[in-house]
């Protein structure tokens, strides 16, 4: 219970301070808004196609949006000097990086279920699997974020994380089977493309909007909450080796 307080009020102080900025919504919403409605223009879809490309969209706001936010704040703050303060709260290091990303966590929760909410104005999505869905949407946030994490940390600027970020993120909508099967790609791509935490995330929204999932259900969810503590751990490391002299 002693570390409660100072975990809510790091959490509260982000989110006041940093969440729900126009360059958070742009790079969280509307970015993966846009990139749907080029793909409808591009392939002549109609409302047939939106299911399809659902599972998409809710990944590309998660990523966008979670990875968005942590390299600002974090890396923002670390510039700032203001993380060697944090360093000083009666929390050890591990909360205190679990109350730095539990507001994008949420952010990225919260996203995911706006064009969900877009979509079912236009097309019907009553026959989705809520039961597999949250839980989902949960683990894709929490791999987002800590791949955020890991990102923010390992860089010094923050152009530099957003750069990164950059890097990362944009080889993931062709490769995660965003928009397209995987089984598309070349096959020296596939490889990479299973190599990386929104494909399995991704495979599961298709399974619980479409019924199209290509892997079983617990060995997606495995390998994400695997992908979840793997890059938390790397993230502490980084902070370990490089923040804290």
């Known amino acids: ?13 982000d989110i006041r301070s940093y969440y729900l900025k126009p360059p958070n919504i742009s ?4 970015f993966p808004l846009a990139w749907t409605g080029m793909f409808f223009v591009r392939s002549g ?9 659902l ?6 706001a998660i990523l966008f949006g979670t990875t968005s936010v942590l390299a600002v704040t974090v890396t923002f703050e670390k510039k700032g000097r203001s993380f060697e303060r944090l360093l000083l709260a009666p929390i050890p290091l591990e909360l205190l990086m679990l109350a730095k990303t539990s507001g ?21 999505i009553a026959a989705t699997n809520w039961g597999i869905l949250f839980p989902t949407v949960l683990l894709i946030a929490m791999a987002s974020t800590f791949l955020g994490l890991f990102i923010a940390v390992s860089v010094s600027e923050v ?27 070349p096959t ?10 929104v494909t399995y995330g991704v495979d599961v929204l298709h399974g619980a909007f479409d019924g199209t999932s290509v892997l079983s259900l617990p060995l997606n969810l495995a390998i994400l909450s695997i992908y979840c503590v793997v890059l938390f751990m790397l993230s502490l490391m980084n902070v370990r080796r490089r923040w804290i002299l």
């Open 188 to 197: 020296f791509l596939q490889p990479l493309a299973y190599a990386l935490p």
């Open 55 to 60: 599972p998409g969209v809710v990944a590309l």
């Open 45 to 53: 879809g109609g409302l047939d196609n939106v299911l399809s490309l």
């Open 159 to 185: 152009f530099e994380a957003q750069t990164f970020s950059n890097f990362v993120r944009f080889p993931m909508i062709f490769l995660c089977g965003l928009f397209f099967p995987i089984a598309m790609l």
């Open 1 to 13: 219970m002693r570390y409660c307080i100072p975990f809510w009020n790091i959490l509260v102080k």
């Open 27 to 30: 790079w969280g919403i509307v």
């Open 104 to 124: 994008a966590i949420l952010f990225g929760v919260i996203n995911a279920f706006v064009p969900i909410l877009l979509a079912s104005f236009i097309t019907d």
